[in-house]
């Protein structure tokens, strides 16, 4: 449990220093820079963007994160007049910088090959497989194979999915041969999209493992993983695109299973070397016991992390800063009461014009927040294609039932605007 003490600044030490690695259009920032103030430690903030570029938009600091050698020099200069206590990367893209980084200034962080294996979801499942954790059988493929042959060598229902992107983007259920070679081929055109070269694009094949969905907030302390948070997904995610909506916790799952499920992400980090700092697993269970669907070594993705609070209001970037800081990590005990969030799905493709209703929404009794986040007259693009939401609904209540009625009924009373833009309706 945080105490008020714990929070006040201790003059007897030196402040510590923490790099914070961004991205231009993570939401990720502000949660943790409000934590550092809190904790009475400066934070420095580099983005990913060349260092020209940087300067121009009057950004502190510009890294290259597609460079990770070139970005931990860049770090390792700064390092030498502004000591760093840690180095941090708030979403996934930035984990490689932060584990080459660390690892030339001699900071505790997990190894560069581990940051690899949790951005990567063919290693993952590699390692994965290797340990005896229960995870989807899969295969890898190329774009530069024939997707009929890798129809008819698949068994069903499958997922066809990609190595790196996140947020469910590119992840596509197919139940038989003809949706497989229609997934392949929309999974592979989103790839040459992203990145026009001619190179093959890898991408995955797993069974589809059925049942219910729970994400798992935890922090690894020399491998140690202490449960932050468990998050039931209450929605059914079963395709044909994974669109995620309701996080909610605690989870309503029996304790019994609630363990199952620690020990199942446990065995997760510890195959993949995953034994410093944040941990996010998603996971799915059915009769057979919990699943690893992924492991991510960063906190819970979005606005999502608003949904918890320890003690006396600390946030999670709070114990996340102080575990990289050395500092004492006091027992994560969750606030009384339930949260939850509803990610707002795109419902359709087009030019964003407006939401309505966000008052009515905020009056549900329960619901905290209402933050639209889509910008009005700039394209907004549904899964699997997509990479965004169109907002965030923040509940707090006495249980986890109430706060879905709640973020369910404020969901209901949103109007979304949007106008099929001229290309998507001639495609
Ligand atoms: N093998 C699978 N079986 C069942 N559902 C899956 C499987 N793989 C992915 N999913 C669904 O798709 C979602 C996104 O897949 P995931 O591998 O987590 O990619 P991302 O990194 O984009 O989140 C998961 O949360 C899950 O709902
Ligand atoms: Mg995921």
Same mark, same amino acid.
């Given at each position: 449990?945080?105490?008020?003490?714990?929070?006040?600044?201790?003059?007897?030490?030196?402040?510590?220093?923490?790099?914070?690695?961004?991205?231009?259009?993570?939401?990720?920032?502000?949660?943790?820079?409000?934590? #550092? #103030?809190?904790? =009475?430690?400066?934070?420095?903030? !580099?983005?990913?963007?060349?260092?020209?570029?940087?300067?121009?938009?009057?950004?502190?600091?510009?890294?290259?994160?597609?460079?990770?050698?070139?970005?931990?020099?860049?770090?390792?200069?700064?390092? #030498?007049?502004? $000591?760093?206590?840690?180095?941090?990367?708030?979403?996934?893209?930035?984990?490689?910088?932060?584990?080459?980084?660390?690892?030339?200034?001699?900071?505790?962080?997990? =190894?560069?090959?581990? !940051?690899?294996?949790?951005?990567?979801?063919?290693?993952?499942?590699?390692?994965?497989?290797?340990?005896?954790?229960?995870?989807?059988?899969?295969?890898?493929?190329?774009?530069?194979?024939? $997707?009929?042959?890798?129809?008819?060598?698949?068994?069903?229902?499958?997922?066809?999915?990609?190595?790196?992107?996140?947020?469910?983007?590119?992840?596509?259920?197919?139940?038989?041969?003809?949706?497989?070679?229609?997934?392949?081929?929309?999974?592979?055109?989103?790839?040459?999209?992203?990145?026009?070269?001619?190179?093959?694009?890898?991408?995955?094949?797993?069974?589809?493992?059925?049942?219910?969905?729970?994400?798992?907030?935890?922090?690894?302390?020399?491998?140690?993983?202490?449960?932050?948070?468990?998050?039931?997904? $209450?929605? $059914?995610?079963?395709?044909?695109?994974?669109?995620?909506?309701?996080?909610?916790? @605690?989870?309503?799952?029996?304790?019994?299973?609630?363990?199952?499920?620690?020990?199942?992400?446990?065995?997760?980090?510890?195959?993949? =070397?995953?034994?410093?700092? @944040?941990?996010?697993?998603?996971?799915?269970?059915?009769?057979?016991?919990?699943?690893?669907?992924?492991?991510?070594?960063?906190?819970?993705?979005?606005?999502?992390?608003?949904?918890?609070?320890?003690?006396?209001?600390?946030?999670?970037?709070?114990?996340?800063?102080?575990?990289?800081?050395?500092?004492?990590?006091?027992? !994560?005990? @969750?606030?009384?009461?339930?949260?939850?969030?509803?990610?707002?799905?795109?419902?359709?493709?087009?030019?964003?014009?407006?939401?309505?209703?966000?008052?009515?929404?905020?009056?549900?009794?329960?619901?905290?927040?209402?933050?639209?986040?889509?910008?009005?007259?700039?394209?907004?693009?549904?899964?699997?294609? =997509?990479?965004?939401?169109?907002?965030?609904?923040?509940?707090?209540? !006495?249980?986890?039932?109430?706060?879905?009625?709640?973020?369910?009924?404020?969901?209901?009373?949103?109007?979304?605007?949007?106008?099929?833009?001229?290309?998507?309706?001639?495609?």
């Amino acid at each position: 449990m945080i105490t008020e003490e714990d929070t006040l600044v201790d003059v007897s030490r030196p402040a510590r220093r923490v790099l914070l690695l961004l991205t231009v259009t993570t939401y990720r920032s502000q949660a943790f820079v409000d934590a #550092a #103030a809190r904790l =009475g430690i400066e934070v420095v903030a !580099a983005t990913d963007m060349p260092r020209e570029l940087a300067e121009f938009w009057h950004q502190p600091l510009g890294v290259d994160f597609g460079d990770p050698d070139g970005a931990a020099r860049i770090i390792a200069d700064l390092a #030498a007049t502004k $000591p760093l206590d840690a180095i941090l990367a708030v979403d996934d893209s930035g984990s490689l910088v932060a584990a080459r980084a660390s690892a030339a200034l001699g900071l505790r962080h997990n =190894g560069v090959e581990v !940051a690899e294996a949790a951005r990567d979801k063919f290693i993952m499942r590699t390692l994965l497989r290797a340990a005896g954790v229960p995870s989807p059988p899969f295969e890898r493929h190329f774009s530069s194979e024939d $997707p009929h042959a890798i129809a008819a060598a698949t068994a069903y229902p499958c997922v066809v999915k990609p190595l790196r992107l996140s947020g469910s983007r590119g992840v596509i259920r197919a139940n038989n041969r003809e949706e497989c070679v229609a997934a392949i081929a929309r999974l592979t055109a989103l790839l040459h999209n992203l990145e026009p070269t001619p190179e093959p694009k890898p991408f995955l094949i797993e069974q589809f493992i059925p049942g219910f969905e729970v994400a798992l907030e935890g922090l690894l302390d020399d491998g140690e993983l202490e449960v932050l948070a468990l998050f039931d997904k $209450p929605d $059914p995610l079963d395709g044909p695109f994974f669109e995620e909506t309701l996080y909610i916790t @605690p989870s309503r799952l029996p304790s019994e299973v609630q363990r199952a499920i620690r020990d199942c992400a446990a065995a997760a980090a510890a195959a993949l =070397g995953l034994r410093q700092g @944040p941990m996010h697993a998603e996971l799915r269970v059915n009769e057979q016991g919990p699943w690893i669907v992924e492991l991510a070594g960063r906190s819970i993705g979005g606005l999502c992390s608003k949904t918890l609070r320890f003690g006396s209001a600390a946030s999670l970037e709070e114990l996340i800063l102080r575990q990289a800081c050395g500092l004492e990590i006091p027992t !994560a005990a @969750p606030d009384q009461g339930a949260g939850g969030v509803m990610m707002i799905p795109i419902p359709e493709g087009g030019i964003f014009k407006c939401a309505t209703g966000v008052e009515e929404a905020q009056a549900v009794p329960g619901i905290e927040e209402v933050t639209i986040t889509a910008k009005a007259q700039y394209p907004i693009v549904p899964l699997p294609e =997509g990479d965004s939401y169109l907002g965030f609904i923040f509940a707090h209540g !006495a249980t986890p039932a109430e706060v879905e009625q709640a973020l369910r009924e404020a969901h209901r009373r949103l109007r979304f605007t949007i106008q099929p833009s001229i290309a998507l309706q001639l495609a």
